[in-house]
């Protein structure tokens, strides 16, 4: 910007949304806001664990073909809040697994509780993480057979960055791999209501999925809560320690001492998302989303370059073998004036990758994908 | 509730608001939650820190007398959520003390984070803690010679429970002490604003306590936020570490990692709390808690009991002098059927008193009073 003081940047950069509420949701939220200014409306202190109506509406929306229950949500302020909350229940003393690459809060909050031994330069790795490296050969799915037992496995599909979902068949395997090494499944289905094919939704679709996981999600990408901050947890009782305790109750222990409720108001943004109208027009939302991966995808696609993920994530995984993903980075900033991730931000494995988000307005996607032509032909 | 099913019950245990939020606040949060349906109002992720402009109010609303910035408050979703956020940041390997009795959620976090010893049943404490009794006899301030020296210390005044504030030569001396034993100082000011004395209002009036305090403080008890979420933490920049290092540098770190800001319509309702209209309006909720605490404490005086508190802070600490505190808030609830909380439950120094919280209906509050005057008449 110093560079280009008058250039018109474009960010497709960070996976921030970028269109407006469905009215549907902001008026409910209105409405709370101005209720809790009269008598009858006001409410103070909710349930730390979130409001009754919202967590029944969360698993009858989401979790009603796995059998999952209300008392089994914990509604939060968001994902990353929950995966941190998560670490603090683990504590410093575990081991983790990761897909590398992937969103870096599951590694940052390691780091954090101290979990992680030093990092080692030379390959851009913590000690005492489990990489599981996702590539185009293994089909972004890691090989079991190669990865150590881990305490803990965070996994995310759709995947974020590499826009991967996984197959029923995998995450079967998956699922009897933790069960078989005693870890516990940490799933992060924040982007499962991309998903268009017939891949799983939810964890929880697998059979014996709820002995060993948790599963993390969020309102962030279906109804533009990035800022508003809505989220949930499902923990079935079914998940037990090796001692016989569940693992929800200690959770329960956590979210009550650390923790005090998301927003009132945001969670009946949240219901109104639920509802019939709202949760059409979060499908509206996410369908343009969706239009806008596909104008990506096609782009990159009709430049040559071998493109992954897309079809079923907001994130299209554009191929630069052999170069270092920040050199096309910056190659993209500078010459095109838009903003892309270079994929080693997500761990060694992203390296020779960019991630292109399709969180954007559809104009400056179309002048991106135009720019990106020019640079490319 | 099961033994009589008619009573009216009134609770004035938790200290949970029930004022309805002013319409001067409400009405922000519903303006911009319905901008967030329109393409030039949305807003998607915010700064993790807060939006500027609610971190610049803050600062000089409440922190201008002290000098301290708007970059050195961390906007947050409560002050519960900011100590587990703080204790993240102090880790495992750190002693603690806290004032006895206290807001339990110190200790709880702390045990949590396993910075504790065993419970000790035999004297109610947890090991690891030091345990700094604030008694009548003491004004309620610890006797810092027999308080040993441990690497943080939590702090809270206008106290929850015992609704004593510390003097300005109190907290003189509790400054010097964090300094001379190298601590810091979790200053815990969520009641600052009941405050009609010249106590201080903020950790910060006392000179050096920016080298060696963090304050943390809320919405929830000011605006009745306690169900819309938000707080801050103030950290100064010449708060550092024995290396040299800032410790806002590394709350900062802890706050990007494992948080993603407090909701956007939370924020508005905060800025519309700091404007002219917004703090008068504040200031009102305040004064009628604050009525609603004297007529709490002329009914026990009346009585003639011992009571504390009450005077700059919006709770009323009562002295059963030898009783169990558990044994009198059964006997109020069973006869009066009004829901106090037990001291004991704010540690072993609560044992003998009983806290009533001011926060009620006006009605509610004067009902209760007439049926303690029944039972202690």
């Known amino acids: 910007m110093l560079k280009h003081p008058d250039a018109q940047i474009i960010s497709l950069g960070i996976g921030d949304t970028t269109e407006p ?52 949500i914990f509604v939060s302020d968001g994902a990353k809040s929950d995966i941190s909350r998560l670490q603090v229940l683990f504590g410093s003393n575990v081991s983790m697994a990761v897909q590398d690459p992937s969103y870096p ?14 990092f080692q330069k030379d390959v851009e790795k913590y000690g005492n993480i489990a990489y599981m490296r996702c590539t185009p050969e293994n089909g972004f799915f890691p090989d079991l057979s190669s ?41 992060d289905s924040a ?24 599963e993390v ?37 956590i979210v009550c001492t650390c923790f005090n409720g998301a927003s009132n108001i945001a969670q009946a943004g949240g219901l109104a998302c639920l509802s019939p109208d709202g949760f059409k027009a979060m499908m509206d939302v996410v369908g343009y989303y969706k239009e806008n991966t596909q104008i990506i995808m096609d782009t990159f696609n009709s430049l040559g370059f071998k493109v992954y993920g ?32 270079p994929g080693s931000g997500f761990g060694p494995g992203g390296e020779g990758f960019v991630r292109v988000s399709a969180f954007g307005h559809r104009e400056n996607v179309i002048e991106a994908c135009r720019r990106f032509k020019e640079l490319y032909k």
Request: charged residues 20%; aromatic residues 12%; proline residues 5%.
């Open 310 to 341: 897309g079809k079923n994530a907001p994130y299209v995984w554009v191929h630069f073998p052999g170069r270092s993903s920040w050199e096309v980075f910056s190659e993209i900033l500078e010459k095109t004036h838009v903003v892309t991730t």
């Open 105 to 118: 809060a599951y590694v940052d909050s390691s780091v954090i509780m101290g979990q992680t031994g030093q």
């Open 21 to 72: 509420i469905p009215e549907v949701i902001t008026s409910a939220m209105a409405k709370r806001a101005h209720e809790l200014s009269t008598l009858n409306g006001y409410s103070g202190y909710g349930a730390e664990q979130g409001e009754k109506q919202l967590r029944a509406s969360i698993a009858s929306t989401y979790y009603a073909n796995v059998g999952l229950e209300e008392d089994e």
């Open 217 to 253: 999600s969020s309102f962030s990408k279906y109804a533009g809560f990035t800022g508003v901050r809505l989220g949930w947890t499902a923990i079935p009782k079914a998940l037990l320690y090796s001692d016989g305790f569940p693992v929800a109750k200690d959770f329960n222990r």
């Open 191 to 214: 982007y499962a209501m991309y998903i268009c094919d017939d891949s799983p939704k939810s964890i929880f679709e697998i059979p014996g999925a709820k002995e060993v996981a948790i």
């Open 147 to 187: 990865v150590p037992r881990t305490d803990i496995i965070f996994f995310c599909s759709p995947n974020n960055p590499t826009g991967s979902v996984a197959s029923r068949e995998q995450l079967t395997k998956l699922v009897q791999f933790a069960k078989d090494n005693g870890s516990i499944l940490v799933y």
